[in-house]
T-cell receptor
């Protein structure tokens, strides 16, 4: 089955850019997602990209997809202390048919220092 | 539109008891999925319901069950609670024909 890997921690200074990386194993993955989880809260859908796209930009967020390497990244420009949270990458396998069971990574804790 | 709501938000139970968690999806969403989140295992899929039918089930013992009502609200039940069932239980709803799901705030269950 699908496996999604992320590094566990990332520390950046306020105002810098953050880049969170993710790799997945199933080349038939159709949708790739980024979620944000703040302490004590559920997962908030930040953005997603369809597999036929290379890049998607949404305000301070830029998602890059390298299908050949099965690598996904999330860039947060001008990172603020309010961006401190856990960021989850998820992949929806195209082989899932009518099922909707995305596979989630373990999450990357982003720590933003003032 | 109101988001996904889950009740209760916090729950403390003892081993051997059973618990029922509730989820109300976003209005118009017919698909509801449940996940268990723990520090050790991360986010694990429990089951997905659509139009009152369970479409998929994750790799959890039969103590974990769920159902969906005609108004798309869903409940999950865990019987004979074990210490390892302590977790954040997340519900997510999805609109039909769309590939994005939206999560509720979760129910934090502590089993003593």
């Amino acid at each position: 089955g699908e496996d999604v890997e992320q590094s566990l921690f990332l520390s950046v200074r306020e105002g810098d850019s953050s880049v969170i990386n993710c790799t997945y194993t199933d080349s038939s993955s159709t949708y790739l997602y980024w979620y944000k989880q703040e302490p004590g809260a559920g997962l908030q859908l930040l953005t997603y990209i369809f597999s036929n796209m290379d890049m998607k930009q949404d305000q301070r967020l830029t998602v890059l997809l390298n299908k050949k390497d099965k690598h996904l990244s999330l860039r947060i420009a001008d990172t603020q202390t309010g961006d401190s949270a856990i960021y989850f990458c998820a992949a929806l396998s195209g082989a899932s048919g009518g099922s909707y069971i995305p596979t989630f990574g373990r999450g990357t804790s982003l720590i933003v220092h003032p | 539109k109101a988001g996904v709501t889950q009740t209760p938000r916090y729950l403390i139970k003892t081993r051997g008891q059973q618990v029922t968690l509730s989820c109300s999806p976003i209005s118009g969403h017919r698909s509801v999925s449940w996940y268990q989140q723990t520090p050790g295992q991360g986010l694990q899929f429990l089951f997905e319901y659509f139009s009152e039918t369970q479409r998929n089930k994750g790799n959890f013992p039969g103590r974990f069950s769920g159902r969906q009502f005609s108004n798309s609200r869903s409940e999950m039940n865990v019987s004979t609670l074990e210490l390892g069932d302590s977790a954040l239980y997340l519900c997510a709803s999805r609109p039909e024909y769309q590939e994005t799901q939206y999560f509720g705030p979760g129910t934090r269950l502590l089993v003593l």
